[in-house]
């Protein structure tokens, strides 16, 4: 039976919000290890989340001996 006419791209966007609403911040590693996704396409999604002001780069945090920072996620909460 043949797919409906969906946009993955939309659709991975809407998971990738939804996954941010449960979690306080989460880093790219640890969303694409829960949507088995590939860590570079998390990232590709988040750039262009970004530029639409959904989610934002809460902070991030130096592991030990760790030469990049990881950056944590957040998705902007409406008051």
Known sequence: MPKGNTNT???RKVEILGMLK???ALSAVEMANKLGMHVRSIRRFLVELRKEK???RRYHLFGDGARRPTFY???RREK
Do not use: G
């Open 22 to 24: 449960q979690e306080h």
């Open 54 to 56: 959904k989610v934002f």
């Open 73 to 75: 996620y957040s998705i």
């Open 9 to 11: 791209k939309v659709c």
